[in-house]
């Protein structure tokens, strides 16, 4: 059965560090989908980026970036030069046997707190 | 174009009542997905709907239940509340068109149900 883990419960940076939040995954399925989306305290998730498991190529958005590695199942989130709006709840989640719905495992999620 | 909606924001109910929720999903979104969170369990999915029909369940008891309309809106019904079902539901909606775009979920705000 699918499964995703983000062993980091909770993150406290100060403003302008950089801070990554890990995710690791389990499946037996060869096609999936990665996602990562964001909580902020209002409840609505915001979808940030997902990425196939064909296509390992990191990707860079802004602050935001992405290492997907399938050797080691995972697919870790970093944000560079953090600052207090990114503070929030992340998760993590997979999605397997795209074609036949849509179903998401999500990992427990991290919570990051950016202080000023 | 507008996001998902969700009504109400927010409900109260006592045990032994049913309560309905509704979703709205993304104009042209065909597939329709609820999900429950609550600080002990995390992010878990309740079932998906496509095309009217029920496409995916997860492991929740009978007392869940779901719909969705010919406009692709949903309803998800919850009878005989416990207090184990206080929890913020969330509504997911996606294009449901093949390829990673279209199996992309994107989140309504929620309903953050109370039951006493």
């Known amino acids: 059965a699918q499964k995703v883990t983000q062993a980091q419960t909770e993150i406290s940076v100060v403003e302008k560090e950089d801070v990554t939040l890990d995710c690791v995954y389990e499946?037996?399925?060869?096609?999936?989908?990665l996602f990562w989306y964001k909580q902020p305290p209002s409840g609505e998730l915001v979808f940030l980026i997902r990425?196939?498991?064909?296509?390992?190529q990191n990707e860079i958005s802004g602050r935001y970036s992405w290492n997907f590695q399938k050797s080691t199942s995972s697919f870790n989130f970093t944000i560079t030069a953090s600052q207090v709006v990114d503070s929030a709840v992340y998760f993590c989640a997979l999605s397997e046997f795209p074609g036949a719905g849509n179903m998401l495992t999500f990992g427990g999620g991290t919570r990051l707190m950016v202080k000023p | 174009k507008a996001g998902v909606t969700q009504t109400p924001r927010y409900l109260i109910k006592t045990r032994g009542q049913q309560v309905t929720l509704s979703c709205s999903p993304i104009?042209?979104?065909?597939?329709v997905s609820w999900y429950q969170q609550t600080p002990g369990q995390g992010l878990q999915f309740l079932f998906e709907y496509f095309s009217e029909t029920q496409r995916n369940k997860g492991n929740f008891p009978g007392r869940f239940s779901g719909r969705q309309f010919s406009n692709s809106r949903s309803e998800m019904n919850v009878s005989t509340l416990e207090l184990g079902d206080s929890a913020l539901y969330l509504c997911a909606s996606s294009l449901d068109i093949g390829g990673p775009e279209g199996d992309t979920q994107y989140f309504g705000p929620g309903t953050r149900l109370t039951v006493l």
């Open positions: 990425r196939n498991s064909f296509d390992e």
């Open positions: 499946t037996r399925d060869t096609t999936y989908y």
């Open positions: 104009s042209g979104h065909r597939s």
